[in-house]
């Protein structure tokens, strides 16, 4: 059975799974639950209950929840809440990546500007600077595109970058998703719109701004290391905490959502699959290695067993740390 946005308050049964949190993954995760309801042979019921990150957390707390999706950078309040919540340090949440995006900035391939701070893009989208020449970039008004409220970008721009709940969003041209934001700024010379990282063969048909924090910070392109590196500002990472009492079931299916079985779903709606994050860190630790970086380890009584000990050590790196053998 399948059920979607439906708030439970009962201690989970063995198949019941509740899952809330942050509205930024709610789509995906609707699309992930369909998904995994069809291959499920144990038919758990699985509810995703938006509301924000700190909501998710205190039903957590409370039992209310199996599995809560935090997607923002824990705060002191979090923390206290989770630790009076969870004394017992063998009884503590489990962490679980889910995945990762970042919020662009695109304008005309045309314009002038290559850089720009958070600053200036609240002051943008709030209403504050209307014209490019605010921000010594040329001439014209600004023209504001996003896609829909609903859609997890607006979602992630009120609260990183905007910091407010209710955005009025007044002159902001809203066009459903990524490709038609990307398809009105191709077109005007005078806009700029926000959306969530888009693939290298869409940017093409416009400019990416590198983002700064602030006047004197380093402005940082939205190339595909930074954000899985998380150089970028604008990145936003999606955790999953598990509830110590949680379920088998809801332990699988956490799994299932953090997996490469579903990391076209989670590409289709503007995140990278954590699958991409481990294989880049993966390539960095093998290009250290190369290069000789790492702690020496030696291996005692190895003799004639060289070419085994190398295949050995490369498999660790690959899935651990740098070493040198």
């Known amino acids: 059975m399948l059920i979607l946005l439906t708030p439970v308050f009962l201690w989970a049964d063995g198949k019941l799974v509740r899952v809330v949190g942050t509205d930024s993954v709610l ?3 609707e699309e992930i639950i369909k998904a995994y309801a069809n291959q499920d042979p144990s038919k758990s019921e699985i ?3 938006g509301g924000g990150t700190y909501l998710g957390i205190k039903l957590f707390c409370e039992g209310k929840a199996d599995v809560v999706a935090v997607g923002v950078r824990l705060t002191e309040k979090h923390t206290k809440l989770l630790t009076k919540s969870f004394p017992d340090p063998n009884k503590q949440p489990r962490e679980m990546i889910f995945s990762q995006t970042a919020l662009v900035f695109i304008v005309h391939r045309s314009n002038r500007i290559s850089r720009i701070t958070q600053e200036q893009l609240k002051d943008i989208f709030l209403g504050k600077i209307t014209k490019w020449s605010a921000i010594g970039t040329g001439v014209g008004k600004i023209n504001l595109y996003g896609t829909a409220r609903t859609r997890s970008s607006t979602s992630i ?3 990183n970058v905007l910091k407010i709940r209710r955005w009025p969003a007044e002159g902001v041209t809203f066009c459903g998703k990524a490709k038609d934001v990307i398809g009105k700024v191709s077109k005007d010379r005078y806009g700029i719109g926000y959306i969530l990282a888009p693939n290298a063969t869409v940017l093409k048909k416009v400019k990416a701004l590198a983002i700064a924090k602030d006047d004197n910070g380093k402005a940082i392109a939205p190339e ?5 590196l998380e ?3 604008l990145v936003l990472k999606i955790k999953l905490l ?4 949680a379920s088998q079931a809801a332990l699988k299916f956490c799994k299932y959502a953090c997996s490469e079985k579903v990391a076209g779903i989670v590409r289709e709606y503007g995140f990278f699959p954590v699958s991409e994050r481990e294989q880049l860190f993966m390539q960095k630790r093998l290009r250290e290695m190369k290069a000789g970086k790492g702690p ?3 291996a005692v009584g190895a003799k004639g067993c060289g070419e085994l000990l190398d295949g050995l050590a490369v ?3 690959m899935a651990t740390a740098v070493i040198q053998m």
Not at 224 to 228: G, K, V
Not at 242 to 245: G, I, K, L, M, Q
């Open 224 to 228: 595909r290391e930074n954000l899985l």
């Open 47 to 49: 509810t995703y209950k």
């Open 315 to 317: 498999d660790y790196v």
């Open 296 to 298: 020496k380890v030696r």
């Open 231 to 233: 150089t970028y500002p």
């Open 242 to 245: 598990v509830h110590p009492n």
């Open 27 to 29: 789509r995906c995760h």
């Open 157 to 159: 721009l009120k609260k």
